[in-house]
């Protein structure tokens, strides 16, 4: 760490809300700035104090890196996508008599649980603007419970074989298109940065 | 001046203040300061996102190395951020230019 607490408890306060290989980069540039105030008024304390101002709060930064963060973008397209793909399915199962397949309660229940789950965890991602691994995770558990939802729900398509329609067509689509978003935004959540 | 001006800008500064050469983010931030005689002095850590923005849509990439003890992020262009970097000029010639004449006071041409 740096050769002032100042500057120490400012990156200890970054520390908590963001990835460990960010703050490194964060520290460096903030280090070197006090050394380059340091060289130029002379008193620690004074030059920390300049370093800090120059810097810009935790607050603002760790904001914009959360911002960035693929988590954060993959929620917002998923809570995008999110309405159409049920518009789809909802049109498809109307069409088709939903109600009459014969699907346990059981089921039914464990379905509404796992939507509930990722719109929660979905929003959660979307909403958080400070703790950039609040965002990862909370995007993570969304975008797999919406895998689940989409995966179940094909299956018991694929197992009820209820008469094709363009309807049906059109929302198999819709959950296949979402389970290869997720699978292409997944590895970038749990690498980056 | 204030950030505000610089919001559409900003990209193209720094990809400009990379132009030379690799640079870590400090580094950046203290080239714009100095090629822009103090007008441009961003905060420090507002540069970092920046950098992770345009590292994220392929315009320059990064490496880590170790000086002092400490490890550095240093930053350079890639092709598709010298590509980006050019458009960036001739759209700031274009509306620079616009911009001058309209404050310059140019007539409008007679419509009689």
């Keep these: 760490m740096a050769g002032h607490e100042l500057i120490d408890r400012h990156l200890q306060a970054l520390a908590v809300r963001l990835p460990r290989s960010?703050?490194?980069?964060?520290?460096?540039?903030?280090?070197?700035?006090?050394?380059?105030?340091?060289?130029?008024?002379?008193?620690?304390?004074?030059a920390a104090r300049a370093a800090l101002a120059d810097f810009g709060d935790p607050d603002t930064i760790t904001t914009a890196f959360v911002r960035?963060?693929?988590?954060?973008?993959?929620?917002?397209?998923?809570?995008?996508?999110?309405?159409?793909?049920?518009?789809?399915?909802g049109a498809a199962f109307v069409t088709g008599h939903a109600w009459a397949w014969s699907i346990p309660l059981p089921a039914r229940l464990a379905f509404g649980i796992a939507l509930s789950v990722a719109v929660f965890m979905l929003v959660l991602a979307v909403r958080e603007r400070r703790h950039?691994?609040?965002?990862?995770?909370?995007?993570l558990g969304g975008a797999a419970?919406?895998?689940?939802?989409?995966a179940a729900i094909l299956g018991?398509?694929?197992?009820?074989?209820?008469?094709?329609?363009?309807?049906?067509?059109?929302a198999l689509t819709a959950s296949i298109v979402r389970i290869l978003l997720v699978m292409r935004a997944v590895p970038a959540m749990i690498r980056h940065p | 001046?204030?950030?505000?001006?610089?919001?559409?800008?900003?990209?193209?500064?720094?990809?400009?203040?990379?132009?030379?050469?690799?640079?870590h983010g400090y580094a950046v931030k203290e080239a714009l300061r100095d090629t822009t005689d103090g007008r441009l002095d961003l905060p420090t850590g507002t540069v970092y996102p920046a950098l992770?923005?345009?590292?994220?849509?392929?315009?320059?990439?990064g490496s880590w190395?170790?000086?002092?003890?400490?490890?550095?992020?240093?930053y350079e262009l890639t092709e598709d951020g010298r590509r980006s970097l050019a458009g960036a000029r001739d759209h700031w010639q274009e509306f620079a230019t616009a911009i001058s004449t309209a404050l310059g006071g140019t007539p409008w041409p007679a419509t009689s």
């Design chain 1, 22 to 46: 960010v703050v490194e980069e964060l520290a460096d540039g903030l280090e070197t700035s006090y050394e380059e105030q340091l060289e130029r008024l002379g008193d620690p304390e004074e």
């Design chain 2, 1 to 23: 001046m204030r950030a505000e001006a610089l919001k559409g800008h900003l990209d193209g500064l720094l990809l400009a203040a990379l132009e030379d050469g690799p640079r």
């Design chain 1, 156 to 170: 018991t398509v694929a197992s009820i074989v209820p008469p094709p329609s363009l309807l049906l067509l059109l």
């Design chain 1, 145 to 150: 419970s919406a895998v689940v939802l989409d």
């Design chain 2, 65 to 74: 190395s170790v000086v002092g003890g400490r490890r550095r992020r240093t």
């Design chain 1, 68 to 89: 960035l963060s693929p988590g954060k973008t993959t929620a917002i397209r998923l809570l995008v996508i999110g309405p159409l793909v049920g518009l789809s399915w």
């Design chain 2, 52 to 61: 992770h923005r345009l590292e994220q849509a392929g315009l320059i990439s």
């Design chain 1, 132 to 139: 950039y691994q609040a965002v990862r995770l909370a995007a």
